[in-house]
């Protein structure tokens, strides 16, 4: 079965700091990745997403880069943190469109990021 | 821009006591995602419909999509406090990657 792992759980870091935090899946090949951000009790906005080694698409301007260094690997960063990066991260992973059921999203536990 | 509109954004109830909950959007989609998340947590995902007017049960959950594939509602029956979340409609489109999400609604089921 797929899993997907997301770290640090929490995260407090002052403004004007970097950021690194990371995604994992596993049990599954070439996987989509996503990156989405959510305020307290809101909805999902989507940052980034890949559907390939070395491919990222960004869904939002702001500080914030995506990488995906590996095939199940996805990393979310910022050179320097604001205010307004505070917030819950979590990281996704579909299906490739040609492979099983489409559209599909399973989602890892979340960073709870407080920028202080 | 595709907008996927849930109502209501919050939802207070008895328990034992049936709810609906509504997406809607001007756009016609390929399948839908219903998920629940807890605080805290992750999204996790409940049902996809992919066929208009397809009707899906998950015990107590009753979800439908609309004929025109631009809706879909989610019925709770006999509602109990487990049931208590964030739920989160998400709606695809042919030849994208990406889900629309809804805003959520929010519900609390009061023991």
């Known amino acids: 079965s797929q899993t997907i792992h997301q770290w640090p759980a929490t995260l407090v870091q002052p403004v004007g700091s970097p950021l690194s935090l990371e995604c994992t899946v596993e049990?599954?090949?070439?996987?989509?990745l996503y990156w989405y951000r959510q305020a307290a009790g809101r909805g999902l906005q989507l940052l980034f997403y890949s559907v390939g080694i070395g491919q990222i698409s960004s869904e939002v301007p702001q500080n914030l880069s995506a990488s995906r260094p590996q095939d199940r690997q996805f990393i979310l960063s910022s050179k320097k943190l604001l205010l307004s990066d505070s917030g819950f991260y979590l990281c996704?992973?579909?299906?490739?469109?040609?492979?099983?059921?489409?559209?599909?999203?399973?989602f890892g536990p979340g960073t709870r990021l407080t920028v202080t | 821009t595709q907008l996927l509109e849930q109502s209501p954004q919050f939802l207070s109830i008895q328990e034992g006591e049936n709810l609906t909950v509504y997406c809607n959007s001007s756009s016609v989609f390929s399948s839908l995602q219903w998920y629940r998340q807890e605080p805290g947590e992750g999204p996790v995902l409940l049902v996809t419909v992919v066929t208009g007017g397809e009707v899906k049960k998950l015990k107590r959950l009753t979800f439908q999509f609309g004929d025109a594939r631009k809706d879909s509602s989610l019925h709770i029956t006999a509602a109990q406090p487990g049931d208590t979340g964030l739920y989160l409609c998400?709606?695809?489109?042919?030849?994208?990657?990406?889900?629309?999400f809804g805003s959520g609604t929010r519900l609390l089921v009061r023991p």
């Open positions: 996704a992973w579909s299906k490739a469109l040609a492979g099983g059921f489409p559209y599909e999203q399973y």
């Open positions: 998400a709606g695809a489109m042919d030849s994208s990657y990406k889900l629309i």
């Open positions: 049990g599954t090949s070439n996987p989509n």
